[in-house]
């Protein structure tokens, strides 16, 4: 290997920390049943509140936020029943996966690997909001999909962030070199991109494929194995949220545009293409300034 040659580490080793059950963060348990209970249509809203009240630390920031000025309600919401009724059950779903994945965000790793857990988890966040907003905007029946994949697209960083930070460190030197980029970096340096490690950690979490697949695949949603479309949603928000410079992914750069992701939207009557951009572009801050993800990212994540 040349001196000035890149080192690259052995990405089955990446693979198996990805896939170690017991040393990688995890749902935690009441945010992992509130989201199959909310999946479930029988659910009743006091059921749902019963759940959640058993943890005291998502109880007490989950009225918090629906007591925050964001939303204006003229009473007190004073019990977890008046916030479920109050919210609704997608918006305590959402709410609740996002504040545990910023809590797992917030304990990444060290500083020095160059991110900063408060802005990268903004721009995840804001990139649930863009794919979401896409999605329902396309009148898919996958709008709620769409903000967790957003959500978690790069949930592959946060791991390497916590457990290969020396390699990560020298990913993001690599890809500040104009002819490098991110994706490039990683997959000299590592042998495999963030999508395919942020992939084996959602598998981990039993997350439903079509899930997994986008946060395999939100780079290259032509390769997508369940629904291109989907992926492609993230994939357009993923940009728009660059674009907009809304938190820091660690990217310098927005990540290119190409021709296939608007042939995908073209193949499945999607009237999304690269003139889109600019007013997808507007429709998205608009969107996030009304969103209670931008009311949470004021407070610095602290609710």
């Given at each position: 290997?040349?001196?000035?040659?890149?080192?690259?580490?052995?990405?089955?080793?990446?693979?198996?920390?990805?896939?170690?059950?017991?040393?990688?963060?995890?749902?935690?348990?009441?945010?992992?049943?509130?989201?199959?209970?909310?999946?479930?249509?029988?659910?009743?809203?006091?059921?749902?509140?019963?759940?959640?009240?058993?943890?005291?630390?998502?109880?007490?920031?989950?009225?918090?936020?629906?007591?925050?000025?964001?939303?204006?309600?003229?009473?007190?919401?004073?019990?977890?029943?008046?916030?479920?009724?109050?919210?609704?059950?997608?918006?305590?779903?959402?709410?609740?996966?996002?504040?545990?994945?910023?809590?797992?965000?917030?304990?990444?790793?060290?500083?020095?690997?160059?991110?900063?857990?408060?802005?990268?988890?903004?721009?995840?966040?804001?990139?649930?909001?863009?794919?979401?907003?896409?999605?329902?905007?396309?009148?898919?029946?996958?709008?709620?999909?769409?903000?967790?994949?957003?959500?978690?697209?790069?949930?592959?960083?946060?791991?390497?962030?916590?457990?290969?930070?020396?390699?990560?460190?020298?990913?993001?030197?690599?890809?500040?070199?104009?002819?490098?980029?991110?994706?490039?970096?990683?997959?000299?340096?590592?042998?495999?991109?963030?999508?395919?490690?942020?992939?084996?950690?959602?598998?981990?979490?039993?997350?439903?494929?079509?899930?997994?697949?986008?946060?395999?695949?939100?780079h290259a949603p032509w390769d997508a194995?369940?629904?291109?479309?989907?992926?492609?949603?993230?994939?357009?928000?993923?940009?728009?949220?660059?674009?907009?410079?809304?938190g820091d992914s660690g990217r310098k750069?927005c990540p290119k545009y190409d021709e296939?992701?608007?042939?995908?939207?073209?193949?499945?009557?999607?009237?999304?293409?690269?003139?889109?951009?600019?007013?997808?572009?507007?429709?998205?801050?608009?969107?996030?300034?009304?969103?209670?993800?931008?009311?949470?990212?004021?407070?610095?994540?602290?609710?």
């Amino acid at each position: 290997m040349a001196a000035n040659e890149p080192r690259r580490i052995d990405t089955a080793r990446i693979k198996k920390v990805a896939q170690s059950v017991g040393d990688l963060p995890t749902l935690p348990t009441v945010v992992s049943k509130m989201i199959g209970m909310i999946d479930d249509k029988g659910t009743s809203a006091d059921a749902l509140a019963r759940l959640i009240s058993t943890d005291a630390a998502l109880t007490a920031r989950l009225l918090k936020l629906a007591n925050s000025s964001y939303y204006g309600y003229q009473r007190e919401i004073s019990t977890v029943n008046m916030a479920v009724s109050v919210l609704g059950f997608s918006a305590v779903k959402e709410i609740g996966l996002r504040l545990s994945v910023f809590d797992t965000f917030k304990s990444a790793g060290p500083a020095a690997t160059g991110f900063d857990a408060v802005k990268f988890w903004e721009h995840s966040s804001a990139c649930g909001v863009a794919a979401r907003m896409i999605s329902k905007n396309c009148e898919s029946r996958y709008a709620g999909e769409a903000f967790v994949a957003g959500l978690l697209h790069d949930m592959g960083k946060m791991m390497l962030n916590r457990y290969f930070g020396a390699e990560l460190v020298e990913v993001l030197k690599t890809a500040e070199n104009e002819d490098y980029d991110l994706d490039r970096a990683e997959s000299e340096i590592l042998g495999v991109g963030h999508g395919y490690v942020g992939a084996w950690l959602a598998e981990n979490w039993n997350l439903p494929p079509i899930i997994c697949d986008a946060v395999k695949y939100h780079h290259a949603p032509w390769d997508a194995k369940v629904d291109p479309a989907f992926v492609a949603t993230v994939t357009a928000a993923d940009m728009i949220c660059h674009l907009t410079k809304i938190g820091d992914s660690g990217r310098k750069a927005c990540p290119k545009y190409d021709e296939r992701l608007w042939q995908i939207f073209d193949s499945a009557d999607i009237p999304i293409d690269e003139s889109d951009m600019g007013r997808l572009q507007a429709d998205f801050l608009a969107e996030y300034g009304e969103s209670d993800a931008y009311a949470v990212a004021v407070d610095g994540g602290n609710l």
